[in-house]
C-alpha cells in the first residue's frame, strides 16, 4: 500500500515538474529592436530610397539575436497606392558561438487612404522570400493594415497596426505562421532627424515574445 502510495506521490510530482517545465517553455521572451537607418526622396519624382541597419536582442534583453542591414526602394504611383521592393542581410545568432547568414529579399504593394482628414488608414501586401543555407527557403505573404493619426501642428503620429503572415512554401498551404500586434509613435528630433518608439507582441508558435523597439531615422 504504501509503495503504490510512493508511487503515486512520485507520478504527481513528475506531472507537476513537466507542467512547470512546460509552462517555463511557453513563456514570451522580452527582447529589444534597434533601427537606424536614412532615407532619400527624390523631389517630384515618386522615388524614395532608403537604408538602414538594425541590432535585435533576444533572451530577455541579455545576448544578441541578430544584426542586419537593408536597402529598399519605393514608389508612388497614385496618391493611393505606393509600390516597392527591397533586400535584407541577416547574421544571425544560432546558437551561443554560431552564426549563420539569411539573404531576403522582398516586393510590396501599399494602399492608403485618408479618413476624415487626420485619420490614415493602409493595407500593406508584402512578398517576402528568405535565403538560409543552413535551413529551408522561407516563403511569406505578410499583410499589414494599419491606423495612424496626425497630430495637428505638432508632427507626432500614433499608430497601431496588426500583420499575420501566411506561408506559401510547398506543404504550409498558405497556414498563418506568425501575428504581430504593434502600437508606437512617430516624431520629429530635431532638424531633419525623425524618431519612433513602439511595443510589439508577436505571437508564432514555440516563440512568443514581447518586443520594445526604437527608431531614428535621417531625412535628406
Known sequence: MRKRFNIHCMAAV???????????AQRPDFTSWLNLGAEYEL???GFTLESGMEWRTE?????TD??????DGAYEVCPWLEVGTGYELHVRNLDGDDWGVRHRYRLQATFSVRVARRWKLSLRERFQHTLDARDDDELRLRSRLKLAY???HSGIEPYASVEMYNGLARGEHFRQ?????RGGVEFPIVGRWEGELFYLYQDE???RKHVLGVGCVYKF
Do not use: E
Open 14 to 24: 513528475l506531472a507537476i515538474l513537466a507542467g512547470t517545465l512546460a509552462a517555463r
Open 43 to 45: 523631389k517630384r519624382s
Open 177 to 181: 505562421t506568425r501575428m504581430r500586434y
Open 59 to 63: 533572451d530577455h534583453f541579455r545576448q
Open 66 to 71: 541578430r544584426v542586419g542591414v537593408s536597402v
Open 150 to 152: 496626425d497630430i495637428p
Open 205 to 207: 508558435r514555440g516563440k
